[in-house]
């Protein structure tokens, strides 16, 4: 079954928009903040570094050449990556916000 048109550039954007919130949550969290790092910081950081190599990865993924055009394996794997990179990110979120109310 083909994929809906326009699916490729709705991943691309989605993906860069996610990434994009992503960033903004680590400037707000603190990443330029002098200090040691804890457990917790490096636990955040990994989970946000992951999450963004899979956004980032999407445009890539969604892109790549195919034989046919009702081959959307490629596409299928975009959409497993942007989920992987948005869940990646959301607990990246989640466990600063907890770490931080247990300080």
Same mark, same amino acid.
């Given at each position: 079954?083909? +994929?809906?048109?326009?699916?490729?550039?709705?991943?691309?954007? %989605? @993906?860069? +928009?996610?990434?994009?919130? #992503?960033?903004?949550?680590?400037?707000?969290?603190?990443?330029?903040? %002098?200090? #040691?790092?804890?457990?917790?910081? &490096?636990?955040? %950081?990994?989970? @946000?570094?992951?999450?963004?190599?899979?956004?980032?990865?999407?445009?890539?993924?969604? +892109?790549?050449?195919?034989?046919?055009?009702?081959?959307?394996?490629?596409?299928? &794997? #975009?959409?497993?990556?942007?989920?992987? #990179?948005?869940?990646?990110?959301?607990?990246?979120?989640?466990?600063?916000?907890?770490?931080?109310?247990?300080?």
């Amino acid at each position: 079954m083909p +994929t809906p048109q326009g699916s490729v550039a709705a991943l691309c954007t %989605a @993906a860069g +928009t996610m990434f994009s919130l #992503g960033i903004i949550f680590l400037g707000y969290w603190g990443l330029q903040e %002098a200090g #040691g790092w804890t457990f917790a910081d &490096k636990f955040v %950081a990994g989970f @946000a570094i992951l999450g963004f190599a899979f956004l980032g990865l999407v445009p890539w993924m969604v +892109t790549s050449p195919v034989d046919s055009e009702s081959n959307d394996t490629y596409i299928r &794997k #975009g959409r497993w990556m942007f989920l992987t #990179g948005v869940v990646l990110v959301w607990m990246a979120i989640v466990v600063s916000v907890v770490f931080e109310r247990h300080r």
